[in-house]
């Protein structure tokens, strides 16, 4: 036996927890019925993963990769009171809309609560099958029964096995728990959704062990001030985690933003620090609106404050700006954000950050430009994948100057195509090759 203070796989600290050892099920629980237990070629296997249930829930398929996999688990993570029920219970009803047969089970809600819901809610919500169980094995017993296409359960942290004796949120019953209803899932082929409450720090309460052993983590986001939601895939065995999927919190339940685009670019335009980034989120291209303050240094280490950026690419672009176009804000406190709580790693958002920080360094505004590039260390702005895509988008919300990589041009966008093919409006293009004219133009 030894030590170990970090998860191997995560490499968090403070995750592991002490078990005793053949605490729990047999290991065969892991290995249920149905799953090939001979060695064979691969060639012989069966892809049993084929099934996929599409919710068509906005863009909540996509997040999953294309539909709920038939078997797999999937936690559905947030903060009290984002939405996580609702999506919940939206799913459920998605499934019984299409023809087939939902359980919501709920260990937070009397069924008399969950109606109020599903009467708001609307549609085949009422028609979805509810039972109350804190319980892992009644549920199951329920669920064994009924055969649902599609099993909800609300939430992790109330459920509690027999196999362990500890209370409801504890990692040993949340690993009973998740172990009962993954086999459960893996044995029937049933799609099974868990929610999850998230704390303060953005783990996910107790159980980050839960993580590792469900097949998806989607986590909804969102401010309880803004009616927006977001939702994202933070792990994912049968797609990408980059796609987002963006909902507004109606009187309805969840609905889809037609036009994403619009979350993120505040309302205030027209102040210096602000600038408008075009990035691509998984398949999608969205705008997104950075936000940058920069002020005198009170303290020997000047303050770095970003959300929604990546830090020590903000370090880099400092760097840059400093070394190549005679910047000097590496010595200023500066603050940086994204509009909307978009996570901008695509680094075509380089150049937009750049703006931002020249704009608040110069106090220039930009106003409503669109401006995509990747910085390199040289202050060369190189070119970006997908740019025609992300200059659609750009003309889509009226933008009507975008500010671009001078190498991507004319090769692929010249001025004429890009105000061509039916679009609203012309968008012109100004081209840079490096930063310095990146800010003879803010200047
Ligand atoms: P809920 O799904 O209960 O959140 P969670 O399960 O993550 O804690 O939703 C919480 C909020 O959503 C609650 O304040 C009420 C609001 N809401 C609406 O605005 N419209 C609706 O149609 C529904 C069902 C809820
Ligand atoms: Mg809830």
């Not at 958002?349 to 020249?358: G, K, S, T, Y």
């Not at 659609?392 to 195509?417: D, F, M, N, S």
Request: with cysteine; net charge neutral.
């Amino acid at each position: 036996m030894r030590w170990e203070g970090r998860c191997p796989a995560c490499g968090d600290w403070n995750t592991l927890v002490e078990a005793p050892a053949g605490a729990g099920k047999p290991r065969d629980r892991f290995h249920p019925a149905g799953r090939s237990s001979v060695a064979a070629p691969l060639r012989e296997a069966v892809a049993s993963e084929a099934g996929r249930l599409l919710l068509d829930i906005g863009d909540l398929d996509l997040v999953l990769g294309g539909g709920l996999v038939s078997g797999s688990v999937v936690l559905l993570g947030g903060s009290p009171g984002i939405g996580k029920s609702t999506l919940l219970l939206q799913a459920a009803a998605s499934v019984q809309r299409t023809g087939g047969s939902a359980l919501y089970v709920s260990g937070e809600e009397s069924a008399p609560q969950v109606r109020l819901r599903a009467e708001r809610i609307g549609g085949a919500a009422l028609d979805v099958t509810f039972f109350g169980s804190t319980g892992v094995e009644e549920l199951l017993r329920v669920a064994h029964s009924a055969r649902p296409d599609f099993l909800g359960v609300d939430s992790i942290q109330t459920l509690s096995s027999e196999a362990a004796d500890s209370a409801p949120g504890t990692v040993s019953q949340v690993r009973e728990c998740t172990a009962a209803l993954q086999a459960f899932a893996k044995l029937s082929g049933t799609p099974v959704v868990i929610v999850g409450h998230v704390t303060k720090q953005g783990s996910l309460a107790g159980p980050r062990t839960l993580e590792h052993v469900v097949d998806a983590v989607l986590q909804l986001e969102g401010s309880r001030g803004r009616e927006h939601r977001l939702l994202r895939a933070t792990k994912n065995r049968f797609g990408s985690v980059d796609e987002i999927a963006v909902f507004r919190m109606t009187g309805a339940g969840l609905a889809p933003v037609d036009n994403p685009s619009e979350v993120f670019l505040s309302q205030a335009g027209g102040v210096s620090g602000s600038a408008v980034a075009v990035t691509f989120q998984g398949s999608r291209p969205l705008l997104a609106e950075v936000q940058c303050l920069t002020a005198r240094s009170r303290f020997g280490i000047p303050q770095r404050t970003t959300s929604g950026f990546p830090p020590r690419r903000l370090a880099l672009l400092l760097a840059v700006l400093e070394r190549r176009a005679g910047v000097q804000a590496i010595e200023r406190d500066v603050f940086v954000n994204v509009v909307g709580g978009l996570r901008l790693s695509d680094p075509a958002a380089d150049l937009a950050v750049a703006a931002a920080l020249v704009s608040a360094e110069l106090e220039r505004t930009i106003g409503s430009r669109a401006i995509i590039g990747e910085v390199g260390l040289g202050g060369e702005v190189r070119a970006v994948p997908r740019l025609e895509r992300r200059l659609a988008e750009a003309r889509k919300l009226g933008i009507e100057e975008a500010i671009v990589p001078a190498t991507a041009l004319p090769a692929t966008v010249t001025h004429e195509a890009a105000g061509a093919a039916g679009a609203p409006q012309t968008l012109r293009l100004v081209p840079v090759s490096h930063v310095r004219e990146l800010v003879e133009r803010i200047a």
